[in-house]
Every structure is written in C-alpha cells, then in structure tokens.
C-alpha cells in the first residue's frame, strides 16, 4: 500500500514538474520552519492521495470502536448473569415439600411436648431419612418457630428447639 502511494505520489511531482531529488532532500534541512498543513495545502494531489490512503484506516478504526463496544456490552452481560447464577447457588432452594416438613416437625413436636429434638429424632419423627433432615437446617434456621444450635453435651451435634414465644403462644 505505501509503495503504491510512494509511485503515486512521484509521478504527481513529475508532472508538476518538480525535481525528486529537492523533494527527498526538503525534509533534510533543519534550519528551516516546515508546516506539513502548508505542503499539504499547496499541493491538492499529494492532498486527495493522503486522503485516499488514510481512508481504509479510519474506517478499520470505527469498526474496531464498534467492535470493542460490543465486546464491553457482551462482558456486562456475562457478568450479569454469573451474578444472577452465583446468587441461585448461594441461596438453598426451598420447595413446598420442604416448608411441609418444617411445618409437620413443629406440629408434631408441639403435639407430643417436645421443647427440642436432635436431627435424628425429628427425621424419626417426621418418617424422613437423615440426609434429608439435614437438608433442612437452612429452613429451619430462617423459620422463626425454630433455633437451631449446637449440643452443649456433644461436640458435632445439632439440636432444634423451639423458640421460646413459639411454646408460650401455644
């Protein structure tokens, strides 16, 4: 592409009838002031043949901006929705069978006058297994009729007890 400007750019001075050798050497003299806007200006040729090459270059420089725009859009969205995704995870998924369990846990402890009851027990109690029952916790820890804390007596042990104003409305 320069060369092709270069060739263009050498026959535009030859037909204008300018020595080539005073065109290479103008720029070698430093004690003069040049202003390219002033070289440009005189000749309208050398001016369109600027033109003409700078011009694929700005429009790749548009596309590119177009293109960086659309990738910074595309991020926010990606992070958007990991966002949305990790909020999904962290937050423990509670179903109607789920909020039923709690609520038959606290009939049944209420109906057999029970203050509090270890996993085991309330998975006894409700005909669940364990696994299940441990799947609860995050329930029962939201629910305000429950509290559920460590075993004083046993180190790895839960207990789920009843909330003092839930046995006193009762």
Do not use: W
């Amino acid at each position: 592409m320069f060369a092709a400007c270069y060739q263009l750019f050498v026959k535009t001075m030859n037909e204008e009838k300018v020595n080539q050798d005073s065109v290479l050497n103008f720029s070698a003299q430093p004690d003069e002031q040049v202003d390219s806007q002033n070289i440009l200006l005189l000749n309208p040729n050398l001016r369109t043949l600027i033109q003409q090459a700078t011009a694929p270059l700005h429009a790749e420089i548009v596309e590119l901006k177009q293109r960086i725009e659309e990738l910074e859009v595309n991020l926010q969205l990606e992070i958007a929705s990991d966002r949305r995704r990790l909020t999904a995870l962290e937050k423990p998924v509670c179903g109607e069978r789920m909020r039923k369990h709690a609520d038959d846990l606290y009939d049944v402890m209420i109906k057999n006058g029970m203050r509090q009851a270890t996993f085991t027990q309330a998975a006894r109690l409700l005909g669940i297994t364990y696994r299940h029952m441990r799947r609860l916790h995050s329930i029962l820890d939201e629910d305000p009729r429950f509290d559920v804390t460590k075993d004083a007596r046993h180190k790895t042990r839960y207990v789920i007890r009843l909330t003092v104003s839930t046995i006193r409305g009762r």
